[in-house]
């Protein structure tokens, strides 16, 4: 069974950073596509960042939002720079079985396995 711990979301202000980390087992760190996503009430999940072959980052947030891991602790790490009201949203951590290739955002549908989420509020 697959699973997925987000950490590092709360509360800060505009201009401020957080790191979230998606923990899951070495198995599907290593074998599996991985994103991000984040979602606000009353809108659809959005793709903020994937990582297959390679890692993208959504061009919205690109220059903001990096993807760091940390491969010996097994964390899928989202690096939030520069936060406006407007990235509040509650944050997941995905996981797929079929291979992405990391060159763009995968559609939600896509992914098999998602985290419980976590909180990031910017005031």
């Known amino acids: 069974d697959v699973q997925l711990v987000e950490s590092g979301g709360g509360s800060v202000e505009t201009g401020g950073s957080l790191r979230l980390s998606c923990a899951t087992s070495?198995?599907?760190?290593?074998?599996?596509?991985m994103a991000w996503f984040r979602q606000t009430p009353g809108k659809e999940r959005e793709g903020v960042a994937v990582?297959?072959?390679?890692?993208y980052v959504a061009e919205a947030v690109r220059d903001r939002f990096a993807v760091s891991e940390d491969k010996g602790q097994n964390l899928f790490n989202l690096q939030l720079n520069n936060l406006s009201p407007d990235d509040s949203a509650i944050y997941y951590c995905?996981?797929?079985?079929?291979?992405?290739?990391?060159?763009?955002?995968?559609?939600?549908?896509?992914?098999?396995?998602w985290g419980q989420g976590t909180q990031v509020t910017v005031s």
């Open positions: 990582r297959g072959v390679s890692t």
């Open positions: 995905a996981a797929s079985k079929t291979v992405c290739s990391g060159h763009g955002l995968v559609p939600t549908e896509r992914f098999e396995y």
């Open positions: 070495e198995f599907t760190y290593s074998t599996y596509c």
